[in-house]
């Protein structure tokens, strides 16, 4: 086989082992039985490597980009291209990149790995090959400052044989063990090229020999083979040293189904890349036209010793430089109108409602679809709301509260303007029809978003915003295609793809386009993409967090005692909370008003706190409980930041009724709160551990029963705690302060 066959001989094997259906039974079972644990002593790192500044240094051809937890080296050379030559976690001292044999099976390959590669038409360029000549001649090389506070490295190369330039991108920043990369490709030819194939990060990384390491995968929590292939729920994953607990996070922030991560062969390394398959990637490049690639991320972490522990720097490194508002960011408190009431709520249920989500605090009052007839027009429907919102707004805005609206992103009536004016915008089918969506309306039609109707979708978005004076857009239905299996993207001639194939990734940067175009007008706006709109069943990815700001990630039954619930609930949010920011996931469809109160309140504080129900069937002493509870959650959310650590308890993998669960949000000093549910045990008491808290002196207090626990060391919570359970609550929730 020939050597350039780095990008599809992992894809081979793949198919051979089964399809992701038969993938996705066998993770549930095996997850079950064993994930990731916190284990081992507590071992501090000095705490000036988490403040180190980031720094680029560079020689002959040769540069270094870190800071004080790690090093990443890079050279060019003209034999072999560009290529990292040794990448140290600085904590430990250890060179992940260490040397495999140069024959495999297929043929010879580099030992570092090919850094970068993709196909323009049928011919492979890597940016590093074993010699004796490399695909690209080095360009220039230049460093400047990014932010949050870091250094960023480009060196630009020309292909030896075709007139393409590429930039590789890396990015470091202070305080976290992590590397960014990226990559972006020039067309300086005269005309157009096809990339295909395209991988932004190729290295051979390996914590210790293949026999000896782990590998976790679906958002880096359930045990899968070290040959392995990540799709569109494995935005990160977590290959480690049992013995020794050290290994590292892959992260690839290519959007939804677009996003393929190859763990090679058996222990060789790794490719974080567009798919090629099921949503194979393609892009035309006219000439002069760059396209940037996605981004990859590779930290480093140390299970169980102190802040390299992945439970800490993880939520860290995720908070802070993948949201978009950043680690600044206070979430609000939503409401959202959904159920119990679906279509069927009308002007008086929304002004009878207000003043209790109000008492309650409760920050944003979102109308779910039903509140027009058009979305297309901007218009609330005149049967439900006469005075349009108006006297909505008003009483909000008299409350402090803000208004939100849901909004389809794609799907249009058939009786709209925009589709009367422009079907030319209609994603078509393999057999030509246009693709209809028959919700909200009947035989809606569904637009494309690599064409011109982005333009028209951003400038609807943005004028609805400044009409209704919105905090909150949740943006909603079929794009690229929907969660319940249609067919996805797009066969239309005249659109902005030259193909289907080139439709998918198109679709995921038009959603992208229109949300810039509208932070571009409204930037404090919060806009919501959900599940829907990004493809797949409870999906949250860093795609997604680099376009918007949050996610409604799932519509989890809660309409009777006995629904599937909170359970479920955190089942979702224990198994994201190592990947992604907890905080940018809302995991509807919790009910306020579904008993018990406080098994609902204590899941929502977990994630993005968000509740549905119908209000108004709150009782007085309801309605006061919520009340204390919020405003001590948002006194404590805003003195301590409780997004720097997040750490699942009890049997979290799979909570249920015979056993207890819990999480803990933490800063950096030990101060946060701690969730524990107790189900139907019977459990008086919990012993909690968590072998990497802070040192230092605490108090505890019960949010429950208002109880101190007393004074408690950080010592004392790495051996293990006793937390009490109130025999009248189905959950406790501990305060942590420093003394």
């Known amino acids: 086989m020939d050597r350039r066959s780095f990008v599809t001989k992992g894809m081979a094997a793949t198919a051979l082992l089964g399809s992701e259906t038969v993938f996705r039974s066998r993770v549930v079972v095996a997850a079950a039985a064993a994930a990731p644990r916190a284990v081992g002593n507590s071992v501090e790192v000095p705490a000036q490597a988490f403040s180190e ?20 080296v890079l050279k060019y050379s003209p034999e072999n291209g560009l290529h990292t030559e040794s990448w140290i976690h600085k904590v430990t001292g250890t060179n992940f990149l260490q040397h495999l044999p140069k024959e495999r099976p297929w043929g010879p390959s580099t030992t570092w790995g090919a850094e970068f590669g993709f196909q323009v038409g049928s011919e492979n360029l890597e940016g590093a090959v074993p010699g004796p000549s490399a695909d690209f001649e080095f360009i220039s090389a230049r460093t400047q400052d990014i932010s ?21 991108h890396y990015a470091v920043y202070s305080g976290h063990p992590v590397v960014r990369k990226w990559i972006a490709v020039t067309n300086r030819g005269s005309q157009r090229v096809t990339l295909s194939h395209v991988v932004f990060e190729a290295i051979n990384l390996r914590p210790v020999s293949p026999s000896e390491k782990v590998l976790f995968a679906y958002y880096g929590v359930h045990p899968r083979e070290i040959f392995f292939t990540g799709r569109a729920e494995d935005p990160a994953i977590v290959e480690m040293a049992p013995v020794s607990n050290e290994g590292f996070v892959v992260m690839n922030e290519a959007p939804g189904w677009m996003k393929r991560t190859e763990m090679n062969w058996w222990g060789d390394g790794m490719q974080v890349m567009y798919d090629t398959d099921l949503f194979p990637f393609e892009r035309s490049l006219k000439p002069g036209e760059t396209f940037v690639s996605a981004k990859s991320g590779v930290a480093f972490f140390v299970e169980g010793r102190g802040m390299v522990d992945p439970r800490w720097s993880m939520p860290l490194y995720t908070s802070q430089v993948l949201m978009r508002k950043g680690s600044s960011y206070q979430p609000p408190w939503f409401y959202n109108t959904w159920e119990p009431f679906f279509q069927d709520y009308n002007e008086e249920i929304v002004l009878q409602s207000i003043p209790v989500a109000a008492k309650m605090g409760l920050e944003i009052f979102t ?11 901007n218009k609330p429907n005149p049967e439900k709301f006469p005075h349009d919102f108006d006297g909505v707004r008003k009483e909000l805005e008299s409350q402090e509260m803000r208004l939100g609206l849901w909004e ?15 079907p030319e915008w209609v994603i078509r089918t393999l057999d030509g029809e246009e693709k209809s969506a028959d919700f909200p309306g009947k035989n809606d039609r569904v637009m494309c978003l690599a064409s011109p109707y982005r333009d028209a979708a951003a400038e609807r978005i943005n004028k609805l915003i400044k009409k209704y004076n919105l905090k909150y857009v949740k943006i909603d239905l079929t794009t690229v295609f929907n969660a319940y299996g249609e067919a996805p993207g797009c066969y239309a001639k005249g659109h902005y793809h030259q193909n289907w194939a080139e439709s998918l990734g198109g679709i995921y940067e038009g959603m992208q386009y229109v949300t810039q175009q509208i932070y571009r007008e409204n930037p404090d706006v919060l806009l919501d993409l959900t599940f829907e709109l990004w493809g797949q069943k409870h999906i949250i990815d860093y795609g997604l967090l680099d376009a918007g700001d949050l996610d409604w990630m799932s519509n989890v039954d809660d309409s009777f005692t006995d629904s599937a619930g909170p359970r479920q609930a955190r089942t979702l949010l224990y198994h994201r909370c190592l990947a992604i920011p907890v905080e940018t996931m809302l995991i509807g469809n919790l009910r306020a008003t579904t008993p018990t109160i406080e098994e609902r309140f204590g899941t929502v504080i977990g994630s993005g706190p968000l509740f549905l129900g119908d209000l108004r069937k709150l009782t007085p002493d309801e309605v006061r409980w919520y009340a204390e509870k919020i405003k001590w959650y948002k006194a404590l959310r805003a003195s301590v930041p409780i997004q720097e650590g997040f750490f699942p308890l009890g049997n979290w993998l799979q909570p249920n009724l015979v056993a207890w669960d819990g999480f803990a949000r933490l800063s950096r000093n030990g101060e946060g709160m701690i969730v524990v549910f107790k189900n139907e045990t019977k459990l008086k008491q919990v012993d909690v551990q968590i072998p990497t808290y802070p040192a230092g002196g605490f108090q505890v207090r019960s949010v429950m029963t208002d109880d101190s626990l007393g004074s408690v060391s950080g010592q004392q919570f790495q051996t293990g705690f006793t937390v009490p359970l109130p025999g009248n609550y189905k959950v406790q929730i501990l305060e942590i302060r420093t003394k």
């Open 148 to 168: 949050p506070p870091g250094k960023l490295l480009e060196i630009k190369l020309k292909a030896k044989k075709r007139p393409i330039e590429v930039s590789a």
């Open 408 to 422: 389809p992103l794609a799907v249009v009536s058939s009786e709209s303007q925009t589709y009367r004016e422009h």
């Open 367 to 377: 109308l779910d679809t039903g509140w027009s007839n058009d979305y297309d027009a």
């Open 53 to 72: 500044p980031a720094y680029v240094r560079s020689g002959s051809l040769t540069w270094s980009i870190g800071n004080g937890l790690v090093e990443r």
